[in-house]
Nanobody
Framework: QVQLVESGGGLVQAGGSLRLSCAAS????????MGWFRQAPGKEREFVAS????????SYTDSVKDRFTISRDNAKNTLYLQMNSLKPEDTAVYYC??????????WGQGTQVTVSS
């Protein structure tokens, strides 16, 4: 099974940018459809973005469209999330996730993103 480790979170002012990375190991990364979810304090975990195993068909939740970009480098076994024009409401723990077809979903441990106003 794949192991996922996120990095790149931190504290940023509103309007700023961050790039999250998710390093995968222990599995064939290129076989996994990948995505990002986030969970804010007191709220349920929510979908942010996804990308197919080939890197096509990125999908985003409406609140991050035109601000966030998901990408992957299968040669480096790494998933990315470029976040621009960050808003305080983007503050959350961001989780990387991977899945092969309808199989089990694997999660990383999360990375904290805090956007100050």
């Amino acid at each position: 099974q794949v192991q996922l480790v996120e990095s790149g979170g931190g504290l940023v002012q509103a309007g700023g940018s961050l790039r999250l990375s998710c390093a995968a190991s222990g599995g064939t990364f290129s076989m996994y459809d990948m995505g990002w979810f986030r969970q804010a304090p007191g709220k349920e975990r929510e979908f942010v973005a996804s990308i197919t195993r080939s890197g096509r068909s990125p999908s985003y939740t409406d609140s991050v469209k035109d601000r966030f970009t998901i990408s992957r480098d299968n040669a480096k076994n790494t998933l990315y999330l470029q976040m621009n024009s960050l808003k305080p409401e983007d503050t959350a723990v961001y989780y990387c996730t991977g899945r092969i077809g309808s199989g089990p979903r694997y999660w990383g441990q999360g990375t904290q993103v805090t956007v100050s106003s």
